[in-house]
């Protein structure tokens, strides 16, 4: 089992759609979860942090499932400019943080 | 968020040539950079780690010998790859964490490597 998995896509909605991605992670002890963003040939950039609360910011909210072991995202009211792949990332905190991350989810909004 | 800088955007070389590829935090201090690549339609593959001061933590299957790291200060990180060939053809990404809560990565713009 790869240590963080996500589902390839793509992920066809149209305007206005609600879409929800999960990220699955298999070590237990994984401690600090992140969305980032990535657009065609350009670098990932932070969406949100993903807390034991769960977060939500505008159309956009992140939870977390530690007993089974997953990160969601969900979009709400989709836009054109949501079109992009979306990248989890699942690392232990403390010193020796190394991240890694899924393969990313395409996700394409059309009109 | 915090600015990382990378240096140069896009290079062409001919295949035998030395590139180096400049990592920047720009406003804050970075203890620790990540250096990655990305193949095309591809996730990010992490290559090393790199400590200030120290040397760099390289992934398995990952030369040392080829991709050298420098992290000479707290706001520098660099990566040459040596004796380029074709296959090291990439977009090579580098970031820096930000010691605190959270220990959010922010990303440089990338480096498109294309080796003739």
């Known amino acids: 089992r790869k240590e963080v998995e996500q589902d390839p896509g793509p992920f066809n909605v149209p305007e206005g759609a609600t879409v929800a991605f999960n990220c699955t992670y298999s070590n237990s002890a994984s401690q600090s979860f992140f969305w980032y963003r990535q657009d065609c040939r350009k670098e990932p950039k932070l969406l949100m942090s993903v807390y034991s609360s769960g977060n939500e910011d505008g159309r956009f909210t992140a939870q977390l499932n530690r007993a089974s072991q997953y990160i969601s995202l969900l979009i709400r009211d989709s836009k054109l400019s949501d079109s992009a792949t979306y990248l989890c990332?699942?690392?232990?905190?403390?010193?020796?943080?190394?991240?890694?991350f899924g393969r990313g989810t395409s996700l394409i909004v059309h009109p | 968020g915090a600015v990382v800088s990378q240096h140069p955007s896009r290079v062409i070389c001919k295949s035998g040539t030395s590139v180096k590829i400049e990592c920047r935090s720009l406003d804050f201090q970075a203890t620790t950079m990540f250096w990655y690549r990305q193949f095309p339609k591809q996730s990010l593959m992490l290559m090393a780690t790199?400590?200030?001061?120290?040397?760099?933590?390289?992934e398995q299957g990952v030369e040392k010998d080829k991709f050298l790291i420098n992290h000479a200060s707290l706001t520098l990180s660099t990566l040459t790859v040596t004796s380029a060939h074709p296959e090291d053809s990439s977009f090579y990404i580098c970031?820096?964490?930000?010691?605190?809560?959270?220990?959010?990565?922010?990303f440089g713009p990338g480096t498109r490597l294309t080796v003739l």
């Open positions: 970031s820096a964490r930000v010691a605190g809560e959270g220990y959010e990565q922010f």
């Open positions: 990332v699942v690392s232990p905190s403390g010193g020796s943080y190394i991240p890694t």
């Open positions: 790199s400590n200030e001061g120290s040397k760099a933590t390289y």
